[in-house]
């Protein structure tokens, strides 16, 4: 049996995640603690209390979805579950990097809090947006963002999440074009999503650039696991190419599906979502049908995962 840890992005937080872990386990505890002195603030409070909207903005999102997500994993190591192969959802990747031992933590806290920073100078409030398209075709999509980029507005198909759900993003005029035009060409549906910034468009290319100066500073080591690239959808170990993949992955668009069908060929026979929420696991069922997906957010599911992982031996 071949295991894939995959790590959840943006959207998977919600107030009082990671505490039951922080509580009962000092190996999570460990963590939020090493997170808020590598942050000089509190995100273990804002992960336990909120307030929501605090925890909403990308700048604090960021560091709170990887310190909740590397807590868990810490737990679960310290229970004897291993991996073969690993991925994570945007900045779910960087989570992915630290369980592959490629970056420390608290250099990866750190990066992810001015990852949201720059993502969002890179485009003020509410003049980028971004909307999730339901029920259509990969490549109809992509041709009618192209289309209304001739027009001179911008717009992208940027997560490829699984078969029938892909994310746009770009100006707010541009998506808002998109969206009316995607309905017309006949998606089920197309919906605005509720973001502070229009990630992994080319809006966001002020954003790469500021990331590559920052992690030109910070130390990689090749990856222990094969970890998955949001860029190329191929595996990765190199510390070198991690580093440059890393910058590019700000402005580039999410291949989910695509890592997904890539790890099943290299034999991934069940998938295990550590972190908040079951988002990816979700995606799973949809490109990979046959293959079981559990997941990992609070102890009552870390307890049955640890048993399937026992009785699947």
Known sequence: MKTAFVFPGQGAQYVGMGKDFYEKYPAAKRIFDEADSALGFSISKL???GPEEELRLTKNTQPAILTVSIAIYEVMKEQGATFDMAAGHSLGEYSALVAAGAMDFADAVKTVHMR???MQEAVPVG??????????????????????????????AVNF?????????????????????LKAAGAKRAVLLPVSA???????????????????????????????SNVTAKPVTDK???????VKQAASPVLWTNLT??????GASVFAEIGPGKTLCGFAKKIAKDIPSVNVEDIDSLEKTMNFFKEVG
């Open 127 to 156: 003049e980028g947006a971004m909307a999730a398209v339901l029920g259509m075709d990969d490549a109809n999509i992509v041709a009618v963002c192209q289309d209304v980029e001739k027009s001179g507005l911008v717009v992208q």
């Open 240 to 246: 070198e190419e991690i580093r440059s993949l890393l």
């Open 116 to 118: 949201g920073l720059y």
């Open 198 to 228: 229009p990630f992994h468009s080319t809006l966001l290319q002020p954003a790469a650039e500021k990331l590559a100066g920052y992690l030109s500073n910070i130390h990689f080591k090749d990856a222990k696991q094969p970890v998955y």
């Open 161 to 181: 999440n699984c078969p029938g759900q892909v994310v746009i993003a770009g100006s707010a005029e541009g998506v808002n074009v998109a969206v009316e035009k």
């Open 261 to 266: 069908q890539e790890m099943v060929k290299a």
């Open 47 to 49: 992960c336990f209390e």
